[in-house]
């Protein structure tokens, strides 16, 4: 199989509108985020299988289309360290077990999409090879030019940093043209939309005005990172059924994180 090239272009897509930007075709590898809490449906914990399956048949869809794709997906279903803490674990034993929990989550995907036909691996940054393969980049890079999905699991493999930081990390590692976040809300709000009708929805963001305004996309490390590797985030909702596509066409609802235009 012959390897493709990728050109980020990052100069061109970063002065380009969100529509445009999404609909240029510059980009031919992208990362996914998914929060854990996608994956339980209608329940208030753990992994539902329908919810698992049908996330599954939108990332093969979006895989169709040619991108190369890498996963990253939150363990909030399961147990969250942050939680953890708060009610009075170490943090970095509640951080841990949190990790543990985005393995459990990326297996049931892996497991999901196999079922669909599309070749997968799991790459987690806490070694158990009894189950999945230990992050290593150039590996990853050949599982992806060989059409296959990486999954990155365990976060960075290190308390105190959220699977949001373990997304942009290996974004940049992969060197991936767009980050994109499906949370349960469209976009980035000013506000909580779910406790603020009246919040608004932004079409395009910079990397600063997120930090300076404390705007809860990702967490700051993360934010950081891709501002600093000229690598876009893309926030939309992944509970709309067929979401995926229509973000990477560029006729859904969504905003974009990149630079400042001059």
Same mark, same amino acid.
């Given at each position: 199989?012959?390897?493709?090239?990728?050109?980020?272009?990052?100069?061109?897509?970063?002065?380009?509108?969100?529509?445009?930007?999404?609909?240029?075709?510059?980009?031919?590898?992208?990362?996914?985020?998914?929060?854990?809490?996608?994956?339980? @449906?209608?329940?208030? !914990?753990?992994? *539902?299988?329908?919810?698992?399956? #049908?996330? /599954?048949?939108?990332?093969?869809? %979006?895989?169709?289309?040619?991108?190369?794709?890498?996963?990253?997906?939150?363990?909030?279903?399961?147990?969250?360290?942050?939680?953890?803490?708060?009610?009075?674990?170490?943090?970095?034993?509640?951080?841990?077990?949190?990790?543990?929990?985005?393995?459990?989550?990326?297996?049931?995907?892996?497991?999901?999409?196999?079922?669909?036909?599309?070749?997968?691996?799991?790459?987690?940054?806490?070694?158990?090879?009894?189950?999945?393969?230990?992050?290593?980049?150039?590996?990853?890079?050949?599982?992806?030019?060989?059409?296959?999905?990486?999954?990155?699991?365990?976060?960075? @493999?290190?308390?105190? !940093?959220?699977? *949001?930081?373990?997304?942009?990390? #290996?974004? /940049?590692?992969?060197?991936?043209? %767009?980050?994109?976040?499906?949370?349960?809300?469209?976009?980035?709000?000013?506000?909580?939309?779910?406790?603020?009708?009246?919040?608004?929805?932004?079409?395009?963001?910079?990397?600063?005005?997120?930090?300076?305004?404390?705007?809860?996309?990702?967490?700051?490390?993360?934010?950081?990172?891709?501002?600093?590797?000229?690598?876009?985030?893309?926030?939309?909702?992944?509970?709309?059924?067929?979401?995926?596509?229509?973000?990477?066409?560029?006729?859904?609802?969504?905003?974009?994180?990149?630079?400042?235009?001059?």
């Amino acid at each position: 199989m012959a390897l493709r090239s990728y050109s980020r272009a990052p100069l061109l897509h970063l002065q380009l509108g969100k529509e445009d930007f999404m609909a240029s075709g510059h980009y031919r590898r992208v990362l996914l985020k998914l929060s854990g809490e996608v994956l339980m @449906g209608d329940q208030s !914990f753990g992994i *539902d299988p329908d919810t698992v399956a #049908r996330v /599954a048949a939108e990332v093969k869809a %979006a895989k169709d289309t040619g991108l190369e794709l890498c996963l990253v997906i939150g363990g909030g279903n399961i147990f969250r360290g942050m939680a953890g803490a708060a009610k009075g674990m170490d943090r970095a034993q509640a951080d841990y077990m949190g990790m543990l929990a985005t393995v459990m989550n990326a297996l049931a995907m892996q497991n999901a999409l196999e079922q669909l036909g599309v070749q997968t691996r799991v790459q987690s940054a806490i070694e158990m090879d009894k189950v999945c393969e230990p992050v290593i980049r150039r590996r990853a890079e050949r599982h992806l030019e060989k059409g296959r999905i990486v999954i990155f699991a365990a976060g960075v @493999g290190a308390p105190y !940093f959220t699977t *949001d930081s373990g997304a942009a990390l #290996r974004a /940049a590692e992969m060197k991936c043209d %767009a980050l994109l976040k499906g949370t349960s809300v469209d976009g980035v709000y000013d506000a909580d939309p779910k406790k603020v009708p009246t919040a608004k929805r932004y079409e395009t963001l910079s990397y600063d005005r997120v930090l300076s305004d404390n705007l809860k996309v990702m967490d700051a490390s993360a934010v950081a990172l891709c501002r600093d590797n000229s690598i876009p985030i893309v926030v939309f909702s992944i509970r709309e059924q067929g979401n995926i596509l229509k973000v990477l066409d560029g006729s859904g609802t969504f905003t974009v994180v990149t630079q400042e235009k001059d």
